[in-house]
């Protein structure tokens, strides 16, 4: 009996040492990346298979997901990414770096692991531990990625400011996040407080260049959603559908539309807000011909409000403008570029999945729906930030979007 008991004191004092060794050994702080690469992480991302469609670099990776469990909004996240999928335990991973990549079929994790560790995960994976094949510790089978198809993607990465992980969305990724052209390399950083995203992607040379905004735009408060852009996108040219009338020629040469709510219980969906364009004279004359038009086919039930506020004309097909000259405005973290958005995830999260089953839309207004649908994939885990604010920007040559999402 004594020796049973003695036998079970030692082992109890192994598991002991052993859970107190795997503490230890797991790092609280994030070790980060810094760009460029060391020549360690490059021979670690030299490993990524070729048939990935994306991967992730991830320096001291239980760390990360440290960081990501206090975040009000990745923990959200990372909660509904563990009910459907194998994840590897911080415990397993301790101070190691993690790579990770996403084929057609799973994603995959490599770790490379002390001695010690790798034979308890090693156990562990032995006697039942469900990480399936996810879980690598040696590199994969396979041939792996094309060192000419990794050298632009790592020169793309040089400029990035430091991260808690690289990420990268290779030519044909069919993420829709960031928007912007592929290949396309992410640094990713996590605060209590805030995510940040800076992505960089080569330049569409068949993209007409714009004068860019050097200035940060002004996001109205109370709006679900503001964008303002140097040159208008596409989708703008499908609003000309949903209201009737030619909007697009008010911001072919720029704009920024204000959006305070959007009535989905219409076949198509109409959105209910403010569109400003800069007080100049060209502008002006644009602005009041346009009104003129409209206010001609008044019989036809297009009816329309304008104003003037801070320097620019406002037109808005509703009663917004009301709401618009009485809000306060936030200035935008970054100098517009290209682009900037600004959007209240909490109320627009459930007008998007409304936008998503309209029919009407999807018909008569395409790229507005696949706006919406793409855009309601991307920020439907996000749903409980307090705010989304992104601007884009290029130099040229490269495409650079800048993303922060508020948890708090």
Same mark, same amino acid.
């Given at each position: 009996?004594?020796?049973?008991?003695?036998?079970?004191?030692?082992?109890?004092?192994? +598991?002991?040492?052993?859970?107190?060794?795997?503490?230890?050994?797991? @790092?609280?702080?994030?070790?980060?990346?810094?760009?460029?690469?060391?020549?360690?992480?490059?021979?670690?991302?030299?490993?990524?298979?070729?048939?990935?469609?994306?991967?992730?670099?991830?320096?001291?990776?239980?760390?990360?997901?440290?960081?990501?469990?206090?975040? @009000?909004?990745?923990?959200? !996240?990372?909660?509904?990414?563990?009910?459907?999928?194998?994840?590897?335990?911080?415990?397993?991973?301790?101070?190691?770096?993690?790579?990770?990549?996403?084929?057609?079929?799973?994603?995959?994790?490599?770790?490379?692991?002390?001695?010690?560790?790798?034979?308890?995960?090693?156990?562990?994976?032995?006697?039942?531990?469900?990480?399936?094949?996810?879980?690598?510790?040696?590199? @994969? $089978?396979?041939? @792996?990625?094309?060192?000419?198809?990794?050298?632009?993607?790592?020169?793309?990465?040089?400029?990035?400011?430091?991260?808690?992980?690289?990420? +990268?969305?290779?030519?044909?990724?069919?993420?829709?996040?960031?928007?912007?052209?592929?290949?396309?390399?992410?640094?990713? $950083?996590?605060?209590?407080?805030?995510?940040?995203?800076?992505?960089?992607?080569?330049?569409?040379?068949?993209?007409?260049?714009?004068?860019?905004?050097?200035?940060?735009?002004?996001?109205?408060?109370?709006?679900?959603?503001?964008?303002?852009?140097?040159?208008?996108?596409?989708? !703008?040219?499908?609003?000309?559908?949903?209201?009737?009338?030619?909007?697009? $020629?008010?911001?072919?040469?720029?704009?920024?539309?204000? +959006?305070?709510?959007?009535?989905?219980?219409?076949?198509?969906?109409?959105?209910?807000?403010?569109?400003?364009?800069?007080?100049?004279?060209?502008?002006?004359?644009?602005?009041?011909?346009?009104?003129?038009?409209?206010?001609?086919?008044?019989?036809?039930?297009?009816?329309?409000?304008?104003? *003037?506020?801070?320097?620019?004309?406002?037109?808005?097909?509703?009663?917004?403008?009301?709401?618009?000259?009485?809000?306060?405005?936030?200035?935008?973290?970054?100098?517009?570029?290209?682009?900037?958005?600004?959007?209240?995830?909490?109320?627009?999260?459930?007008?998007?999945?409304?936008?998503?089953?309209?029919?009407?839309?999807?018909?008569?207004?395409?790229?507005?729906?696949? $706006?919406?649908?793409?855009?309601?994939?991307?920020?439907?885990?996000?749903?409980?930030?307090? +705010?989304? *604010?992104?601007?884009?920007?290029?130099?040229?040559?490269?495409?650079?979007?800048?993303?922060?999402?508020?948890?708090?």
């Amino acid at each position: 009996m004594k020796k049973l008991i003695i036998i079970v004191i030692i082992l109890v004092a192994l +598991v002991a040492m052993i859970a107190i060794y795997l503490v230890a050994t797991t @790092p609280k702080t994030s070790a980060g990346v810094r760009f460029p690469l060391t020549d360690a992480q490059r021979a670690l991302i030299a490993e990524v298979p070729g048939s990935a469609e994306s991967f992730a670099l991830i320096p001291t990776a239980a760390a990360l997901d440290a960081k990501m469990r206090a975040n @009000p909004v990745t923990s959200e !996240v990372v909660g509904q990414w563990e009910r459907s999928h194998s994840l590897p335990s911080p415990w397993m991973i301790g101070g190691a770096d993690l790579l990770a990549w996403r084929d057609a079929t799973a994603t995959h994790y490599l770790v490379r692991l002390d001695p010690f560790r790798a034979a308890l995960v090693r156990t562990y994976m032995m006697f039942g531990g469900d990480l399936g094949e996810t879980l690598l510790l040696t590199a @994969p $089978s396979g041939a @792996p990625i094309n060192a000419n198809d990794l050298a632009p993607i790592l020169a793309l990465a040089e400029k990035l400011p430091p991260g808690d992980a690289f990420v +990268v969305q290779r030519r044909g990724s069919r993420g829709a996040f960031p928007p912007i052209g592929r290949p396309a390399v992410t640094s990713l $950083s996590v605060t209590s407080d805030d995510i940040l995203f800076t992505s960089r992607a080569a330049r569409d040379a068949d993209e007409p260049a714009a004068a860019p905004l050097t200035q940060p735009a002004q996001f109205a408060r109370g709006a679900i959603l503001t964008a303002t852009f140097a040159t208008m996108p596409r989708v !703008v040219e499908d609003m000309n559908r949903v209201f009737g009338t030619r909007v697009s $020629s008010l911001v072919e040469n720029g704009g920024t539309l204000t +959006v305070y709510d959007i009535d989905t219980h219409k076949f198509l969906p109409r959105p209910k807000g403010v569109i400003s364009v800069t007080d100049d004279p060209p502008r002006r004359a644009s602005f009041e011909e346009f009104v003129n038009k409209v206010k001609q086919g008044e019989s036809l039930g297009i009816h329309i409000r304008t104003a *003037e506020h801070g320097g620019a004309l406002l037109l808005s097909f509703d009663d917004s403008i009301d709401l618009y000259l009485k809000d306060a405005f936030q200035p935008g973290s970054w100098p517009a570029g290209k682009w900037a958005v600004r959007a209240d995830p909490k109320r627009l999260v459930p007008i998007l999945g409304r936008l998503g089953g309209s029919i009407g839309l999807r018909v008569a207004a395409p790229r507005f729906f696949r $706006s919406a649908r793409d855009l309601g994939r991307w920020i439907d885990a996000l749903k409980g930030a307090t +705010v989304l *604010e992104a601007a884009a920007s290029d130099d040229g040559s490269v495409e650079e979007l800048k993303v922060r999402i508020g948890a708090k």
